[in-house]
Each structure stands twice: as C-alpha cells, then as structure tokens.
C-alpha cells in the first residue's frame, strides 16, 4: 500500500503512483480502472496531502520541544488561490507527480487545471453561464477568502514564514462564500456566490476536537475574586468556533506551518431551553443562525462601517484565536511573566484589532492580573501593519453596537483611552483639538471607536508598506502619532512570493532563469536572481527568453479567445492593467488612452498605419459591488472594447479585451503573458501595490506612477527601463487646487467628448461618470496626467520596436525583482518587528 522509506513517504514516481491508485480506491471510492479527471485530482492532491501532514506533524513536533517565540498572524484575509500546484512545487515532487500521472493516462498540467479548458469557457460565455465552467469542470476552485492586495499579501507572506522556517500561525475565517464570483452580462458586472466548498476540499483538515465557545451581548457585572474587585461579563450569546487547519509546506524544508482557520457553529448548549418546551422547529433555526457568522467575506466596500455582523466576524475570529494561543501558551508557561517573550501578535490591517481588547480582558477578568500587570504584557506583544491612505477604510465601529455586541470590550477600550489621554495631557497639554484627533473616541452625532488609533496607541511597532506609505503616514494620516512616537513607525516594503510568482505561474521561465544561473537557489535565496544582469543582452538567453515569452503569450491568447471570441496576435504588445476596480487606480485613464490611440489610428492615413505598433490593451478586475462609478468603468471598458474590436479599420493594430472573473489563477495565466503592465494609481493613493512586483518577477515592464512601492521598484531597475509618468506625489495637492481647465489637454477633452456623445453607446449611463472626472472634479487628476500619461505610451511603442533593447529591459526587471520578494520583506519583520528567529525541523 504505502511506500515508506526512514517512516517517510516515499517520492519517486512508483510509490506515488501506488498511493493515488489507493486513495482512487478508498478515499474517492471509485474504480481503479476507471477514474476520470476529477477523481484523478481528488486522488491526486490526497495523496499530496498525506506528505503535508507528515511534515506538518514533524514541525509542530519540533516547534512544541524547542517552544520558541512564535508568530500569531491575525488576518481577516487570505487569498491563498489554488493548493495542488503551489504544494507540489514546495514538496519538490512536480516531476514525479507528472510521471505517475503519464502513466495512468492523465497529465498533471491538465489537473492542475495549468491548461484551461477551452471549450468549455467558450460554450459557457456564448450561454451566459460562464460560472457553471468552474461548478461542473475546473478540477480546483481558487479559495478566494479576500479582496485583494491585502489577502493575496497574507498568502505570500505565509509562504515566505514557511520557506524561511519561522514558528508562525496564521489565523482567519473560513468563508461559506469567499470573493464574489463575477459575471459579465452585456458588459455590465454581475456578483455571483463563491461556491468554492461545493466540491470538497482535501487542503483543510477539519478539527472538530478543537473547538472554542464565543461570546457575545450580554451585560457586565460587579463581582470580587479572591477579596479583589474585577468585572464579569454574562454573555447573551454563545456560539462555537471549529478550527479547520491549511498546511502550508515550506520550499526545500521539511517545515509546513498551520493557517488555522475559524467556522462558527451552533453551541451545544444552545437553545435546549426550546428542545424542552417542545419549540424543535425554532430550536433548529436558531442553531442554523449561529453560522452565520462565517457565511460570507465581506467586499472592501464603503459601505460596511457600522454593520454588525462585521463586528461579530471580527470579534468571533479574534476570540477563538486568542483562546487558541493562550492555551497554546498556557500548556508550557505557569504564568504570564514570559508571555511577550514567547508571543507576537501581528495584526493585518485594524480588522483584528478588538484581540486588543480581549487580551486586556483575559488578563484583567480571566486571568486576575490587574491593570498595570496586564497593560505592561499587552503593550509588548502587539505589532500592527496598515495597508491604505484612504481615510474612507479607516475603520469605524459606533459605539452604541459595540456597547450592544462587546460590552466588557467597549469598558476595556474607554479605559485604555482614558489612561491615554491623561498622559497626552501631561505631554502637550491642554490642545484639546489635537487631544480630540488622537482619542481613541471619536466624540459628534455619533460616537465611533477609531479603530485605527487604538491600534496605534496599544502596538509597540505600526508598519507601513512601502516607502512612500510610511512617508505619507507620518505626513498626513498619522502625523500626531508619529510626532508623539516616533520610534514606533517603521515601514517593511511588501513583497510577493517567487515560489508562486514564478516556479508555479511560469515554469518555462522558471527553467531558464536556472540554466542561466547555473543553479535553482535563487528559488529560495532570491538576491540570486541579480546575476542576471550579466546576460541581459546576450543574444542566446534573449533568444530563449522571447520563446518563453511568446508560448507564455500563446496561452493568454488562447485564453481571450474562449473567453470572449476576439482573436488576437501574438506580434501585438500585451498591456495589462489587472487589479481591483477603483477610481484612485485610475483604469479610466487607461481606457481614455485606448480610445485615444484608436481616434489616432481613425485618422491616420493608410500607409501611416503601418508604422502603428499593435496593442492587446488587456483589463480585468472586480469592482466592489456597491461601488457604481467602478461599475460604471467596466461598463466603458466593454462598450469601448466593442467599437473598438469590430472595426475594420483598425484590426490588429488595437484591441482591448476584458478578462472577467480576475483572482488568482487568472493572474498566473495572464501576468507570465504580459509584455507591459500598468499600476497608474494617482500619486499618493496606493499604500504599495503587489501586481507590478509579480509583473517584474516574470520581465514584464512596468508603466507606473511614482506612488507606493514603484519608487523603490525605480531604485532596483532604473527609471531607463521603466515608462515612469504623471504627477508626484508632492505635486498632487496644489493639482487639485489648480483650475481645471488649464490642466486637462485638448486630446483629454475630446476622448472624452467621444464618451459623453455617446460614441460608444450607453450616453446617459457614463454621463456620472464623465462628471466625476470634469467640471472642475477629477479629484484623481486623470486630465492633468493625460499629456504625459500619452508620452510614457508612446516611449513603450518606441522601445517595444527594438526588440534587443526590450529584451534586455525585460530580463533587467527580472533581474532587480529581487527586494520585492516577500522572503526579504518576512526577514525584515522577523529581526525589526516581532522579533522571532527560526526554528527549523531537521529532515
Ligand atoms: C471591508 C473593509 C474594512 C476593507 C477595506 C479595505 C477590507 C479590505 C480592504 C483592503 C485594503 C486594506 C487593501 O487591500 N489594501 C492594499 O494592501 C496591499 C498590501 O499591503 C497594498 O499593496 C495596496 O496598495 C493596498 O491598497
């Protein structure tokens, strides 16, 4: 059955063979002569599985024996996207897993769903049920728990904690329903459920053993312990937190950390009073509202400040990890003295921010320590991390739903603030208006906590992630605070893991990139990667270099072409511009410039034609969907798309494609296809960016603004290898002031003269959205940044002519990727922010 070697599973093709061949058998129960696709999957990433666990078990072993200090990753998100292909290349085992596979008649690009099922996409666009091909065909779902940058953040950082074999847990929330699917109708998107669970899913470990209750509502009572007087909280609500467990397996280590995540189900004890009355119908339904709580992952939208069920989401996660690493600590700690020196928390953005609150209260209520004990523990042991500038995601709780929800917490929460604010007091005095900015109260019409300042006050470190972030935190969002604390700010770039990024999106690339360094190190020890600089214009590996480009472009092609019917060529340069839909990232003006570029091909003369570099302009994202104006973009996107695309006149030389349904895998799809990538966000509105750091990993270039991490990006590469445009970020404020009719160029005007007449149909419907960016708006400065958004396009036509020159633009950026790996980003948390070392389970 098993073949084992040293206790071990074996690797080589034959033992793996024999191993899906029994999970075929007993774990899918189907035939082992005869199996189709889905089962073959299903047998195949069991028996992927069985070598996580092995190695999973070893290092909690290891970690147990060495009780090191360990990581506690708080994040509401993780985009984590499909296991098989990431496990198996972490594993080492693509090649023999391919060979096993051959020899049963499957091939393991096509389960690892690697090749996408063409026509079937196409069959399910032409019916409008584009979704049904991930229900009835793809072998994986993506597990799309998280909107974007900050989620897919959190599952490369994870990589890097294993690979690098740090004592780390992340832990979040299993979603019923992760990320909205979306679906494109006539042009306009659609949101569908994310039925990512439908089919069974062999990466998560279900833990019913362990198992948490949580508490919520209630009131607090007076009561006195051991002759000392301390606060009780009698709940209202109780409802039970069941741990699933996500191995995720380090590369070329046996360490396979836990990303431990909560499902809320009924507690046993609720509701018995109505099994007793006999009330069983009610009794059922109230069970079933318990699991609410986990249903669904909230879309990054304006509009979920004050919603309750967010609250108890936030606060259901946040509780059974505390109880999760408090016992954890307990088994090995008799008391709380060395708690700061075996914990870090680290909390992913505010959204875990109440664990601050609840440590408080399992110190002061649970654990008897008094004020100053508990305060002096907690001060040390929390580091927090915010991921944007806008002041609209700064989160917000009303009081009056904390007091209804977290009664004991909004207690705990008024007297850290009271504390706070009679030290401020002491420091600067009687500034009430500076006093009022930093209360973790915000006092008005409705009270609010600002859950970012009590993240500030009560962290010993706040990270930025980029530069530019940190910049701009101690200029404009948290100025007091910083001239308060100083030392407390830090910035840690982010970084995007080449292990996903690259080994697993790109494997052609992935070889050559070996051959040429002599060596596959640089797959876990990334500064390799510079010594690519030598070969840049070596005409072999630029040879080889535009065959991996162009197969890479074949697939998307191909992938356009099911997707949407437009043929495309392969000559053409493929821009991209893939990120979620937002007005700061400004895909309008990427929109405006393709028309632009079409009325100018409209008006050439023939012959002038010829000298047209041909474009695949490429745009794909999700827009939140309470969000109209970037409904309203994708709506342009399509209509501009269907001119475009269908006139003859053009052909070839311009076509501008939507991708729906932007995640994960789509991105491993398209990034490693792309020849130019846009990240054109108006200076100042993007903490960091991620996309432009996978782009670059795959020699991709880039045409950027001087915002988030795109200026240390122009460090490592050059602005001569860039197309850098636009406003800076200093320059931004005195724009807006400026008047706008000096600042928008005539072309500017007429692109979007075109829009609003209705040149591409739909003329009441972009009416909106035309004003957001005219009459003296354009709060994101699309008009002023046209002229030489337009020259940075023409400067990339110019340069893609020369393909020498392109082809050593291309592998430079591949070469100066390596800071933007989230292995250097992890290293650098590890020594300045938290604080842990690594703790490595021998082989
Ligand atoms: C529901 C609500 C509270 C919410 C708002 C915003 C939930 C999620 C978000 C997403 C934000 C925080 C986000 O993803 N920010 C992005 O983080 C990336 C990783 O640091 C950055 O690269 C990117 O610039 C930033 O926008």
């Known amino acids: 059955m098993f073949e084992m070697m040293d206790g071990f599973l074996k690797n080589d093709p034959d033992s793996l063979q024999k191993d899906i061949l029994h999970h075929v058998e007993y774990t899918v129960a189907r035939s082992r002569f005869s199996f189709d696709d889905f089962e073959a999957y299903q047998a195949l990433s069991h028996s992927v599985r069985d070598r996580l666990i092995e190695r999973w078990h070893d290092t909690q072993q290891h970690f147990k024996k060495k009780d090191p200090k360990r990581l506690y990753f708080l994040s509401l998100e993780f985009l984590m996207g499909r296991s098989l292909s990431n496990s198996v290349v972490n594993l080492g085992i693509r090649d023999q897993c391919a060979e096993a596979l051959s020899e049963l008649g499957f091939e393991y690009e096509v389960l690892a769903e690697q090749v996408v099922n063409l026509i079937v996409c196409y069959f399910c666009e032409i019916f409008y049920f584009n979704y049904l091909s991930y229900m009835l065909f793809l072998k994986e779902g993506d597990a799309a728990l998280g909107n974007g940058g900050l989620a897919r953040l959190s599952a490369c950082q994870m990589d890097s904690l294993a690979t690098l074999d740090y004592p780390a847990w992340g832990y979040g929330l299993r979603y019923q329903y992760g990320l909205f699917r979306q679906i494109i109708l006539d042009g306009f998107q659609h949101e569908q459920p994310d039925y990512w669970l439908n089919f069974g899913n062999p990466w998560e470990i279900e833990r019913v053993h362990v198992s948490y209750p949580v508490k919520f509502y209630g009131t607090v009572k007076e009561d006195v312990v051991n002759g000392k007087e301390c606060k009780v909280w009698i709940p209202g609500e109780t409802v039970e937190a069941v741990a699933y467990d996500n191995p995720i397996p380090g590369y070329g280590t046996r360490n396979t950390i836990t990303l431990r995540l909560w499902a809320a189900k009924p507690s046993d004890g609720c509701d018995i009073e109505s099994y007793n009355t006999g009330d069983y119908i009610n009794a059922i339904v109230n069970r079933q509202k318990a699991e609410i709580i986990s249903n669904v992952l909230y879309p990054d939208d304006r509009s979920y400040q004050g919603k309750e069920l967010r609250l108890k989401q936030q606060y259901f996660f946040v509780s059974a990890s505390m109880q999760d690493i408090i016992r954890r600590f307990k088994d090995v700690h008799e008391n709380f003295d060395d708690f700061p020196d075996k914990v870090a928390l680290q909390l992913n953005d505010t959204h875990p921010s109440i664990s601050i609150a609840e440590l408080m209260r399992v110190l002061l209520d649970e654990e008897h320590l008094g004020w100053k004990k508990s305060w002096n523990i907690l001060k040390q042991v929390f580091s927090f991390t915010t991921h944007t500038v806008l002041p609209e995601a700064l989160e917000k709780v009303p009081v009056d739903l904390f007091q209804n929800v977290l009664p004991r917490h909004l207690e705990i929460i008024y007297d850290i603030n009271f504390k706070f604010m009679e030290e401020l007091k002491e420091k600067i005095g009687q500034d009430y208006a500076r006093l009022s900015r930093m209360s973790i109260v915000e006092e008005g019409a409705v009270k609010n906590i600002r859950v970012a300042n009590l993240s500030i006050v009560c962290s010993h470190t706040v990270n930025a992630v980029s530069r530019a972030h940190y910049e701009l935190l101690k200029t404009r969002v948290f100025t007091d605070f910083y001239e308060l604390w100083p030392e407390k700010f830090q910035f840690k770039t982010n970084g995007v893991t080449q292990r996903r990024w690259i080994v697993v999106s790109n494997p052609s690339l992935c070889a050559l990139i070996s051959k040429w360094l002599g060596t596959e190190s640089w797959i876990s020890d990334i500064d390799l990667l510079a010594r690519l600089r030598e070969y840049a214009s070596n005409p072999d590996l630029q040879k080889e270099w535009t065959m991996v480009k162009k197969t890479n472009k074949m697939r998307v092609a ?286």
């Open 558 to 843: 191909e992938y356009i072409e099911a997707m949407s019917g437009v043929k495309v060529s392969l000559d053409a340069m493929f821009d991209v511009q893939v990120k979620r839909i937002h007005e700061y990232k400004r895909q309008l003006l990427n929109i405006l410039g393709v028309i632009h570029r079409y009325d100018c091909i409209k008006n050439m003369e023939k012959s002038e034609r010829k000298k047209v570099v041909p474009r695949v302009c490429i745009i794909g994202g999700k827009a939140p969907p309470g969000y109209e104006i970037a409904k309203k973009i994708i709506k342009l996107c399509h209509a501009v798309a269907e001119t475009i695309n269908n006139d003859e006149d053009v052909g070839d030389l311009l076509k501008l494609v939507f991708i729906p349904d932007y995640n994960v895998s789509v991105a491993e799809l398209v990034i490693p296809g792309s020849d130019l990538s846009q990240h054109i966000s108006t200076a100042g509105h993007e903490a960091s960016g991620t996309g432009s750091m996978k782009f670059l990993m795959n020699g991709c270039l880039l045409l950027a603004t001087a915002d988030g991490s795109t200026n240390e990006i122009i460090e490592e590469i050059g602005a001569e290898n860039m197309f850098i445009f636009g406003a800076k970020i200093h320059e931004v404020q005195a724009l807006r002031e400026k008047d706008s009719n000096v600042k928008a160029p005539l072309q500017f005007m007429r692109v979007l003269r075109m829009v609003r007449d209705g040149y591409f149909g739909f003329k009441d419907y972009f009416k909106s959205l035309c004003d957001t960016v005219e009459n003296g708006k354009d709060f994101y400065l699309l008009g002023s940044d046209f002229a030489s958004y337009l020259e940075a396009q023409a400067a990339a036509d110019r340069a893609y002519v020369d393909k020498k020159k392109w082809n050593e633009m291309s592998i430079l950026c591949t070469a100066g990727s390596a800071r933007f790996s989230s292995d250097r980003t992890i290293e650098d948390y590890a020594e300045k922010t938290w604080g842990i070392q690594p703790c490595k389970c021998p082989f």
